[in-house]
């Protein structure tokens, strides 16, 4: 392939995966910190440990909400970089619409995602608050 093919095609460059690449350790960071929260109230209500009840729930929702912050504080420099990676592409003559529309794709599809991700653990929350 031509070395010009990898300067224009923006939808295939490091300028969509790293963004992703961000987005995505974000997210693990904050699927860790989702599982060790879910575990350790668990184990709070089965008697593993013993803890209060309400400290376990203040421990559980409090690493939840971080879990949460990690996500949203992750989305706002990823839709950036992504409408930056957007709008070059826009401005580039060799870069094609179906560029534009598929890192246009690409970046909804994420954000869609973690937002989607970002209410279940607010639906989480909400589970944890009511149970005790």
């Given at each position: 392939m031509p070395n010009k093919y990898?300067?224009?095609?923006?939808?295939?460059?490091?300028?969509?995966?790293t963004?992703?690449?961000?987005l995505s350790d974000w997210i693990s960071?904050?699927?860790?910190?989702?599982?060790?929260?879910?575990?350790?109230y668990h184990m709070s209500r089965v008697k593993s440990l013993k803890v209060n009840n309400f400290l376990a729930k203040f421990v559980?929702?409090?690493l939840i909400v971080i879990s949460t912050i990690?996500?949203?504080y992750?989305?706002?420099?990823y839709i950036k970089r992504m409408n930056f990676a957007i709008s070059e592409c826009e401005r580039l003559k060799d870069c094609s619409n179906s560029q534009v529309e598929n890192i246009k794709f690409i970046k909804?599809?994420?954000?869609?995602?973690t937002s989607i991700s970002i209410i279940i653990q607010c639906i989480i929350v909400y589970i944890v608050i009511t149970t005790i």
């Open positions: 990898f300067k224009v095609n923006l939808a295939y460059s490091d300028s969509t995966f963004p992703e690449e961000l960071v904050s699927g860790v910190i989702l599982t060790t929260s879910l575990l350790f559980a929702i409090g990690y996500l949203i992750a989305l706002i420099p909804n599809s994420y954000l869609l995602l």
